[in-house]
């Protein structure tokens, strides 16, 4: 039996939150229903649906827009109006950028603009995507089945994410203890030690006269140190958003062993999640292509697929230029190239999506699984090194005691 997180409204529109135990996602949504609830999201409590994230009003995550989209469907679908429904929405997100759009959309549609308009207006928050989709939904007169679509790609993302995330945290904290384990070490450890290997007068290591010119420089100029760390940092992280650095580091991420597997898989599983969804809402395949491509984090993955639109414009079928660019894995484009044979382009995509979205998860534990002994034993080299330069002229002076 699993645990599962629930949102949901009763009748007088007020938001209940919980959690209980059951068999099935089936069950639990029978017994809310049965309350007298209008179920909105139903999650699974475990380790890959739960979002480790502090909300400060920033940017909505695809967690948030996941909720979102799903509870906008469920509320529809039961017959409130679009302005209730916002309305609604707007009061219990907490995501306070989110929030504000809400409202701005909501004056919107009471004004008689269309939702997809609407949204687009607030393109920091909804992404291109979404707007398409809604826009799609309201022409076919099925928003709430294109909303409801978009909840699963959002939550195929998020999960994906996670997993992501998940990946490089521990790494990251390891560096961080390790930082700070050197720093401690040169400013408060080694000065003491040196302080008596000065009484004694012994005739220090190279290895340990490089670690004490090391402690000597950081106590003398970490005024300097921090703010020139700090700069060099800013520097490259504004120098990473420009259109050259997001070429070096794309085509770096990809030259790394360690991760260009995940990458490439996580690329694969965005593209064919993101497109199978828009062709299914009866988005064109050149429009579709081109919100796919502005979707992508890598921006060889973005510019290979706005080729791609190229392409197509001029009746190119869609696998010939993924096959050209060589980024995507060969079942990608093969899968793709069936479809258009057959005229299963949507069904090959979501087979490629979940086929990826699989590989991707396997693909980070095996990174986890090989870096965590990687990481231990660059942190005992660097802790190794800085024990060796403190033992080193102990071991000499007991030496030359004995030869006395």
């Known amino acids: 039996m699993a645990t599962w997180g629930y949102v949901a409204i009763d009748k007088s529109g007020k938001e209940t939150k919980g959690s209980r135990d059951a068999d099935n996602k089936e069950q639990i949504t029978r017994e809310l229903k049965n309350q007298g609830l209008i179920v909105l999201d139903i999650t699974e409590q475990n380790a890959l649906t739960k979002d480790i994230s502090f909300d400060f009003g920033g940017k ?15 509320i529809t679908r039961a017959g409130v109006t679009i302005i209730q429904t916002l309305n609604m929405l707007a009061e219990q997100t907490e995501n306070v950028k989110m929030q504000k759009a809400l409202q701005a959309v909501r004056a ?10 609407s949204l687009a207006r607030h393109d920091n928050v909804f ?38 995330k998940k990946a490089m945290i521990y790494p990251i904290v390891v560096a961080c203890v390790a930082v700070a384990v050197v720093i401690v070490m040169l400013v408060f450890v080694i000065p003491r030690y040196m302080d008596m290997f000065e009484e004694l007068g012994t005739e220090l290591p190279a290895i340990t006269k490089a670690v004490v ?18 700069a060099v940092v800013f520097v490259i992280k504004t120098w990473a958003k420009t ?39 009866g ?22 697929l706005k080729d791609a639109v190229d392409q197509i414009m001029i009746g190119v079928p869609l696998s010939q230029p993924l096959q050209t660019c060589k980024l995507f894995p060969p079942m990608v484009y093969h899968m793709i190239r069936i479809g258009e044979e057959a005229g299963s ?3 090959m995509l979501n087979k490629l999506a979940d086929y990826y979205e699989e590989e991707v ?7 986890m699984a090989a870096m965590e002994p990687m990481i231990i034993i660059v942190l005992a080299c660097i802790v190794g090194v800085l024990i060796g330069a403190v033992m080193a002229p102990m071991v000499n002076l007991y030496a030359a005691l004995d030869n006395m």
């Open 213 to 230: 010119a090391m402690s000597t420089f950081i106590q003398n100029y970490w005024f300097i140190i921090v703010p020139v760390v700090a």
């Open 108 to 117: 919107d549609v009471e004004k008689g603009e269309s939702f997809a308009d």
């Open 243 to 281: 259109n050259s650095g997001k070429h070096v580091v794309g085509k770096l991420a990809l030259k790394i062993p360690a991760i260009q597997n995940m990458i490439v898989k996580s690329a694969s599983a965005q593209m064919a999640r993101t497109l199978s969804t828009l062709l299914t809402a």
């Open 361 to 367: 998860e396997m693909a980070v534990q095996s990174l």
């Open 60 to 74: 909505p995550t695809a967690r948030d827009l996941a909720v979102f989209c799903r509870q906008f469907a469920s």
């Open 127 to 164: 992404p291109e995507l979404l707007v398409q989709m809604a826009r799609a939904g309201e022409a076919s007169g099925s928003l709430e089945t294109a909303m409801e679509r978009m909840a699963i790609q959002f939550e195929k993302s998020a999960k994906t994410q996670a997993l992501i």
């Open 345 to 347: 382009t949507e069904e």
């Open 283 to 304: 988005v064109p395949l050149i429009e579709a292509v081109d919100i796919v491509a502005d979707t992508m984090t890598n921006i060889w993955f973005k510019e290979a």
